[in-house]
Nanobody
Framework: QAQFVESGGGLVQAGGSLRLSCAAS????????MAWYRQAPGNQREVIAF???????TYADYVKGRFTITRDNAKMRLYLQMDSLKPEDTAVYYC??????????WGRGTQVTVSS
């Protein structure tokens, strides 16, 4: 199993920016794709962006052009630069493998709150 610790969330006004970080540990050698997920109150957890070990990234349409996912394989860290934030981006953000198969634990996530 791999473990993940997310950080970098906070309260920001609409139009602002935040940079999230994720530290991975444990059984990480097998990991290829990693992803950022988010869960808003009353909603299911959803994937918003994922990236391969070679850096190829894919985004959900609603964050494309505003969010950028990157990774540092040597440090086993995942990042999410979030720009032009909107109130609907308010959620708890998590990182994990992609696709999620149930073998790895979820971290506590990091809360992002965007005020209008």
């Amino acid at each position: 199993q791999a473990q993940f610790v997310e950080s970098g969330g906070g309260l920001v006004q609409a139009g602002g920016s935040l940079r999230l970080s994720c530290a991975a540990s444990g059984s990480i050698d097998r990991i290829n794709h990693m992803a950022w997920y988010r869960q808003a109150p009353g909603n299911q957890r959803e994937v918003i962006a994922f990236i391969s070990s070679r850096g190829a990234s894919t985004y959900a349409d609603y964050v494309k052009g505003r969010f950028t996912i990157t990774r540092d394989n040597a440090k086993m860290r995942l990042y999410l630069q979030m720009d032009s934030l909107k109130p609907e981006d308010t959620a708890v953000y998590y990182c994990n493998v992609y696709p999620y198969g149930g073998d790895d634990d979820w971290g506590r996530g990091t809360q992002v709150t965007v005020s209008s």
